[in-house]
């Protein structure tokens, strides 16, 4: 049997240098480059509902108390406010994240844009919560409110546009249901599991198991580094007074 190992071996390696002249290339692009438009969502409207954590749930934000959080900035206690059971982003003093480092888990957010509508597309009722600091489930006022499908509320920003629009309208609360499974790397640091995501607004299905292809890129394409089996979750400061409430976990690992 005639051997072609060499030219294989040959080809493999071409791609190394084209991967890593595409990641040099990358801080080139402008934000627009990973921004899509078309399709647009489906508008759904949800049905309401009324969700209480489960016996075995850790109750991250139960409408008294930030004590399990801290700023993302350095450390020290929440900048944000606490009134009448809510949580409501201090715009300008910075995301926070919780105390403890969380793997597979299941999540419950409740949360609402502002009543009075101000800005629009990405400047208007603009947050994200990121599963392990790195994978940011959006949360955007998008009730009627044209931005890109991909950074529109219940998107995996960047990445996986929501299969509907379940949005309420300004004022109104939203529930984030998500199931989410980390990143596998082996002892060499290669990925060997992608991140996977399931989530549910309002009621409905806008992400069916989908496949992260890396942490969140603001600008440029993600990919995978390799990083610990468990990481805190962030709750984004985008200079927008979103609210919050109901926020629970139950681990999965």
């Known amino acids: 049997m005639k051997c072609t190992c060499a030219p294989l071996l040959l080809l493999l390696g071409s791609f190394a240098p084209l991967s890593l002249l595409a990641q040099q290339n990358e801080t080139k692009l402008p934000p627009q480059a990973t921004e899509f438009y078309e399709p647009q969502v489906k508008v759904v409207s949800p049905g309401n509902e009324n969700h209480l954590p489960p016996a075995d749930a850790m109750v991250l934000f139960g409408g008294s108390d930030l ?118 790397f082996n002892q060499n640091g290669m990925l060997i599991a992608p991140a996977r995501i399931t989530v549910f607004h309002n009621g409905i299905l806008v992400q069916n198991n989908v496949e992260l292809r890396g942490p969140t890129q603001y600008i440029g394409i993600p990919h995978y580094v390799a990083h610990p089996e468990k990481l805190p979750f962030h709750i984004q400061d985008h200079s927008n007074p979103v609210s919050f409430r109901n926020i629970w976990v139950r681990k999965l690992d």
């Open 67 to 184: 004590n399990a959080w801290v700023s993302e900035r350095d450390g020290s206690f929440p900048k944000w406010t606490v009134e009448d059971g809510i949580l409501t982003v201090a715009p300008k003093t910075g995301g926070i994240k919780t105390k403890e480092a969380f793997g597979d888990v299941q999540v419950h957010i409740e949360w609402r844009a502002p009543e009075e509508v101000v800005g629009d597309g990405q400047g208007r009722g603009n947050s994200g919560f990121f599963f392990m600091g790195k994978y940011e489930l959006q949360i955007l006022d998008s009730y009627n409110n044209e931005t890109y499908s991909n950074g529109q509320a219940a998107s995996i920003y960047k990445q996986h546009p929501p299969l509907v629009n379940a949005m309420r309208a300004p004022g109104e609360w939203n529930t984030y249901d998500a199931v989410f499974t980390a990143p596998r």
